[in-house]
């Protein structure tokens, strides 16, 4: 039964009142008496009720239907005409007429409520809905607002999750029912693999210990070694004795390599290779690495061709050690698979924007080749062509796989194009921005070429170390330049050396008896007048939170052991360029 009242639109008018009455063939009229921006205001509210995706419904105190939107008709299968008048429970099949007033009562005192039902279409079609319901009492006349959801494929997707459920609680109790059955033997196997998970973890942390462990203590007399017989070389040696000091240096470089390499598996294992980012200059990269592996060429008598050097050499910004760690591997690799012929080296530079250039090297081999199906597993870990190729030529095959994640690092790329008795060729691609900045910076010394290129007389260095050998190594180095250094055997004896005099520079090793090196620089940076003193850590620690320790604690620069003479006169060049005097010819 209709109350001969329209209900209130958006803002809550009547046509008595002045607002737009609800159907749409009454908007205009009234709006036309209205100013132009409220109708425009006005239309927008009908129009989006109008226009709604969901049903909307205004309903009278009586249980009739005032108004309805034209989602309503369409969800419901009826005409606008027809719905006017109706009553609630003519679509809701749940809805008992009965307990109307008690509905009524209910959303008067609360305001507003929410509930779910089911809604029938004309044709008799059933669907569920979610319905919100608000009660509103304007210009005297009282309303129910409903909004209306259909939430056929909600209630759809919770019936299949339901059945999912039962069907999954069938499974796991049929599954329970099995594993009683079993119940000694699932314990039995819960209990070994939990001493295989124990297992697994201590050896974890026993690898990890052992290769720091290894890092130092191999590295400690290597450094001995290295040292010893660079103080050789500086001695009156005869050709032969020079021979064989030479071969024991080059033992010891060896030896560090693989020692380099494992630890760089270590690293790549727990993500903790990293790379920097300082000047770079490629063709004195590409000259360290045709020293490196030229012995090798000669020896099986092929050809290795780098390019030459430009006149303009344009520096970068990279990571010079791992550029020249990937060429090794790949040069060695050429001429390790190469019988006749040789391996050629190129370098290639495209612009990539106004500071970047994409720098591509390749090395090119006339050797046994790579079947095209190996191409895809050359660059994992342990990884060669075939098992033959491992008898015949030797390798662990993981230097590739250090390759890649090294380029990775770097944001670049690798490859390779080859077939089978064609030979072979590896490339690299890397991004590297230009150094600009060293490039205009003239006024660094000349590069060290020997040991004793320079003399550092009037230096003050403390030496800060508790091993003899170590401590003979350094202060042999040290005299070959012309600095007397004075010797601390641990931390505590360098703090209280550097509270009572002064020195120009602190070489530090880090793990010592008494006072390591690290709480050492933290007491010595806090010394009056030591704030900027440099402080280098020499240590045998090459894993990869070594040099983060060594700067939080406030030493200034890193060298790992083993060191050659020249690293070490290049570091006083570095820091106490102020007493550098270049020696004559």
């Keep these: 039964m209709k109350t001969g009242r ?117 044709d008799g079609k059933v669907f569920p809905v979610e319905i919100k319901g608000h009660h509103f009492e304007l210009d005297g006349e009282e309303y129910i607002f409903a909004y209306v959801s259909d939430i056929s494929e909600q209630k759809e997707k919770q019936d299949a999750l339901k059945r999912y459920r039962e069907n999954l609680e069938t499974l796991v109790h049929e599954r329970t029912l099995a594993l009683e059955k079993e119940k000694e033997k699932a314990e039995e196997v819960a209990r070994e693999l939990e001493q295989s998970r124990q297992e697994a973890v201590g050896l974890a942390r026993v690898k990890a210990q052992f290769l720091a462990n290894m890092s130092h203590e191999i590295r400690t007399p290597m450094n001995g070694v290295m040292g010893m017989a660079n103080a050789l070389l500086q001695t009156g040696l005869s050709t032969e004795q020079l021979e064989q000091v030479q071969a024991i240096l080059d033992c010891t470089q060896s030896l560090k390599s693989i020692i380099d390499d494992v630890l760089d598996l270590s690293k790549i294992e727990s993500g903790k290779l990293s790379v920097e980012a300082i000047s770079v200059d490629l063709w004195d990269c590409l000259a360290q690495v045709k020293n490196a592996t030229g012995q090798m060429a000669v020896d099986k008598g092929l050809a290795l061709e780098f390019p030459p050097r430009p006149p303009q050499v344009q520096p970068y910004l990279g990571d010079p050690h791992r550029i020249q760690q990937i060429l090794i591997n790949l040069v060695g690799n050429a001429i390790k698979f190469t019988e006749h012929g040789g391996v050629y080296v190129d370098v290639r530079f495209t612009p990539l924007d106004a500071t970047t250039d994409n720098v591509e090297i390749s090395v090119r081999d006339t050797g046994i080749g790579i079947d095209p199906d190996m191409h895809e597993t050359l660059f994992e870990r342990f990884t060669q062509s075939d098992s033959s190729t491992t008898r015949r030529f030797g390798g662990s095959g993981l230097g590739l796989s250090i390759c890649k994640q090294l380029v990775k690092l770097m944001h670049g790329e690798i490859g390779v194009r080859s077939d089978v008795d064609t030979g072979a060729e590896f490339w690299f691609r890397l991004p590297l921005a230009r150094d600009t900045a060293c490039a205009l910076n003239k006024a660094e010394p000349e590069p060290i070429t020997r040991f004793r290129d320079y003399s550092f007389a009037g230096a003050r260095v403390l030496l800060v170390e508790d091993n003899d050998v170590n401590q003979k190594v350094a202060t042999v180095a040290l005299r070959h330049v012309d600095v007397l250094a004075d010797v601390a055997a641990n931390g505590l004896e360098a703090v209280q050396m550097c509270s009572a005099g002064t020195y120009d520079l602190v070489l530090m090793d880090c793990h010592m008896p008494v006072l390591d090196g690290y709480a050492a620089a933290q007491q010595i940076r806090a010394l009056p007048g030591w704030e900027t003193v440099p402080i280098v850590a020499l240590t045998a620690n090459a894993m990869a939170d070594e040099r983060y320790r060594c700067e939080n604690a406030g030493m200034t620069d890193f060298m790992s052991k083993p060191f050659d003479f020249k690293d070490l006169a290049a570091l006083l060049l570095h820091h106490l360029p102020q007493f550098a005097r270049r020696r004559a010819e």
């Excluded at 009720?49 to 008709?73: G, H, K, L």
């Excluded at 109706?86 to 679509?91: A, K, Q, S």
């Design 6 to 122: 329209e209900p209130p639109t958006a803002r809550g008018g009547t046509p008595n009142s002045g607002g737009v009455a609800a159907h749409p063939g009454s908007v205009k009229e009234t709006v036309h008496r209205r100013a132009p921006a409220v109708f425009s205001n006005l239309e927008l509210c009908q129009l989006s009720v109008e226009m709604a995706a969901d049903e909307v419904f205004w309903m009278r105190p009586d249980s009739t239907i005032a108004y309805v939107n034209q989602s309503a008709c369409d969800k419901l299968r009826y005409t606008r005409e027809e719905l006017i008048g109706m009553h609630v429970w003519d679509w809701d099949p749940l809805f008992d007429p009965k307990v109307w007033d008690g509905f009524l009562a209910e959303i008067r005192s609360k305001g507003s409520i929410f509930f779910g039902t089911h809604h029938r279409t004309k």
